[in-house]
């Protein structure tokens, strides 16, 4: 059985490995194989998005410690990151382990509310929730609501923070000493290198999820040859 406590993440590297609709890399063998790449290097989880990559990797690594969500867009919301009941429910039926939502304070589409989500997905399904937020105050809401996991991974992605630059270095030591004991904390957002991962872990994350840095062929891709032909 995966373990989802602070021990167990402490130190770790989640790997998310998604690829944008439209590129090669978004076939589900595709993120499969990069996501048993990375677990064989050392990564002690990945982050996938869409029930049928969550699908695909649980086939091909059946003990991985997988964080799944489901990115859908609404006219009226700018919740995107699992936003409703019914993609909760899908990603946990997917194989997910946790399931990360955005946990901001913006509306959610179809009226749903955050609290009301968390306490379906605890009593209904017992699907442990990470908790994607943008602020300190978000973050600890989050923890008391029942979310398993707080994560910084909406740092400079909402209307409040869009004057910030990830990663969410003034979140962590706050969040870190306010939450509760046994809620990990996960740096999320704009980690480029190593050195950076291990800068979150010495602020106070348990774990850090690190993304295009890693596995962005086509963005790195695309960023190098911009700056090449500048």
Not at 22 to 51: D, K, Q, T, W, Y
Request: proline share 6%; with cysteine.
């Amino acid at each position: 059985m995966v373990r989802l406590d602070r021990a167990s993440l402490r130190g770790g590297l989640i790997v998310s490995v998604q690829a944008p609709e439209g590129s090669p890399m978004h076939e589900p063998e595709v993120i499969a194989a990069m996501a048993e790449a990375s677990l064989n290097n050392g990564a002690i989880g990945v982050r996938l998005e869409s029930p049928e990559h969550i699908g695909a990797v649980r086939r091909r690594c059946p003990e991985a410690l997988i964080v799944g969500l489901w990115k859908r867009t609404f006219a009226e919301s700018q919740v995107y990151i699992t936003p409703r009941w019914h993609e909760i429910q899908a990603v946990w039926a997917a194989g997910a382990d946790v399931v990360a939502l955005d946990a901001t304070a913006r509306s959610r589409p179809d009226g749903e509310s955050l609290e009301v989500l968390v306490r379906r997905a605890n009593e209904e399904l017992g699907a442990p929730l990470m908790a994607d937020v943008d602020s300190i105050a978000n973050g600890l809401e989050a923890a008391r609501l029942g979310c398993a996991w707080v994560g910084t991974t909406l740092f400079g992605y909402t209307h409040e923070t869009a004057s910030e630059t990830p990663p969410g270095w003034s979140l962590l030591e706050p969040l870190r000493a306010q939450l509760p004991d046994q809620v990990p904390l996960i740096c999320e957002g704009g980690i480029a290198s190593a050195g950076m991962a291990t800068q979150a872990l010495a602020l106070g994350a348990d774990g850090v999820v690190v993304g295009t840095a890693i596995t962005g062929v086509d963005l790195q891709v695309a960023a190098y040859c911009r700056q090449m032909a500048a």
